[in-house]
């Protein structure tokens, strides 16, 4: 019987996976293996034939397993990589198993279908305009890339000038304001995208690590000729969660006929929750829009999400077309090919269907709220210690801290880094801040509790002592 093909490998999956997520509370966050130590595991000679799928599964499971970092658990707080929910975890589980080509509607109708219901499901939530197109990509590097190809093709468009059809070579320089403190994936799309980063200006923050809206106008002002002109906003900076005012950066942006684009990654989930949203004021006047699901919603890796409010714009520059491709009727299903940069690719938009559908309206804002609150307390608590210094307000649910040694050794914060890193209580990423050695602590996981919270705190302190 074909299942019989399948079943012990499955098996063997399932029986490590369920093993493995029950325990990842308790499990310490950072595996005991090395690197070296993945390598004598896992560097076989290559077999000279065929070797049984559940034996392999099982050896790859034994081998990775020790060196497995738990992002999932709910003391994982570094970089801002979120846990996964069950039903995603589940349904993307099916993605895989169905295996279908979701490029085109023709290569498997019903993940065409989940991605039309979940990305309108997102717009609503997100308080983004209705008739926006989207595409469901890998990551907000990928959204960026869809969205700025988009916002190319507008500025210039508008300038008579056809990027797709022309390139870059002679046509209209392209200017691109973003802020100071924008994120390395908004160069790195310019760069893919051949505007190249000399095309950046960079506009200055506030001391709140906001866009100074009257530097972004001082800026737009200069020219006296039209010039093809992108704006980058960004909502949740990566170190503190900062939230650019984009009601003001719009209207000055739009009144100098530039396109605004906004970094959502993480923070524009913040406009799911009623009690946060005001801080999101306007987003929905911007043209385009990039987000992860793989952060705050909870999604397993990899799945991004592009939006604009261009679709004739997104289109143009992400449209394919090709003799044997069976494309869908005009006012049939969308062909997601038209929206993406890739051609074949995974049915992601099974497990963003999923998680929206099993947390439901309520269950995102709980999730937006609660990691917020957890992030205010992760602060409270820190900065009720000797020798911690809280770098700023908690705008969302990211917290920067530094640590003081009483003598002002400069290593000190490192040194606690790699002390709570190698206990595996918890995980939190290092960054520098203002010149200086910080700590980053992202608030993004569904499992994450105040006890949690208390944990980790304990195992900092525990730390700071011993470093002393
Ligand atoms: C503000 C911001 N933009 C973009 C990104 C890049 O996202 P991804 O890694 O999903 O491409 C991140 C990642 O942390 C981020 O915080």
């Known amino acids: 019987m074909a299942d019989d093909l399948f079943s012990p490998a499955l098996s063997a999956a399932a029986e490590h996976a369920t093993r493995y997520l029950a325990g990842l509370g308790e499990r310490p966050v950072e595996g005991p293996a090395t690197v070296d130590d993945l390598r004598a595991a896992l560097d076989v000679p290559l077999p000279d034939g065929p070797v049984d799928a559940a034996e392999v599964v099982r050896a790859v499971a034994e081998a990775a397993e020790p060196g497995i970092v738990a992002t999932g658990s709910p003391r994982y707080f570094g970089f801002v990589i979120g846990g996964a ?109 051949g505007i190249g ?22 800026a737009l002002a200069g020219p006296t000729e039209p010039i093809p002109t992108i704006v980058c906003a960004q909502v949740g900076e990566v170190n503190t969660g900062a939230i650019d005012p984009v009601a003001e950066i719009c209207e000055v942006a739009h009144e100098a006929g530039a396109w605004v684009h906004v970094d ?18 306007g987003i929905e006047r911007a043209d385009s829009w990039a987000t992860d699901f793989h952060k705050w919603l909870n999604v397993p890796y990899d799945s991004g999400f592009a939006v604009c409010a261009h679709p004739a714009s997104h289109r143009a520059a992400m449209g394919t077309q090709a ?91 490192p040194r606690v880094i790699d002390a709570v890193q190698a206990s595996g209580e918890c995980w939190m990423s290092g960054t520098t801040w203002q010149g200086a050695p910080a700590r980053r602590i992202s608030v993004v996981n569904w499992q994450t509790t105040e006890a949690d919270v208390a944990r980790s705190v304990a195992a900092i302190e525990r730390a700071m002592r011993a470093q002393l």
Not at 265 to 281: E, K, N, Q, V, Y
Request: hydrophobic share 50%.
């Open 85 to 193: 929910l069950p039903a995603a975890v589940a349904a993307d589980w099916l993605a895989t198993v169905w295996d279908q080509n979701a490029g085109l509607t023709v290569g498997g109708p019903p993940a065409a279908v989940v991605e039309e219901v979940a990305g309108r499901w997102v717009l609503d939530l997100l308080g983004l305009p209705r008739d926006a197109s989207f595409g469901f990509v890998t990551g907000c590097q990928m959204a960026h890339v869809t969205a700025l190809a988009a916002a190319r093709h507008h500025v210039l468009a508008k300038m008579g000038w056809d990027v797709e059809r022309d390139g870059l070579a002679g046509s209209p320089p392209i200017r691109v304001l973003a802020g100071e403190d924008r994120h390395a994936t908004i160069d790195r799309a310019l760069r893919f995208l």
């Open 323 to 413: 003799a044997y491709l069976v494309h869908a009727e005009p006012d049939g299903p969308r062909d997601q090919m038209d929206w993406n940069p890739e051609f074949s690719r995974r049915a992601r938009g099974f497990a963003v269907y999923a998680a929206l559908r099993s947390l439901g309206r309520s269950g995102v804002a709980d999730l937006v709220d609660r990691c917020c609150a957890l992030a205010q307390r992760f602060a409270d608590r820190l900065g009720a210690l000797d020798g911690v210094e809280v770098l700023c307000d908690v705008a969302l649910n990211q917290v920067l801290v530094r640590f003081h040694a009483p003598d002002g050794d400069p290593t000190f914060t």
């Open 197 to 218: 980063t000399n095309a950046v200006e960079a506009v200055p923050s506030g001391p709140d690590g906001r866009m100074r809206v009257d530097a972004l106008a001082a």
């Open 264 to 281: 959502g990654a993480f923070g524009i989930w913040a406009a799911a929750s009623p009690t946060r949203r005001a801080a999101l004021a």
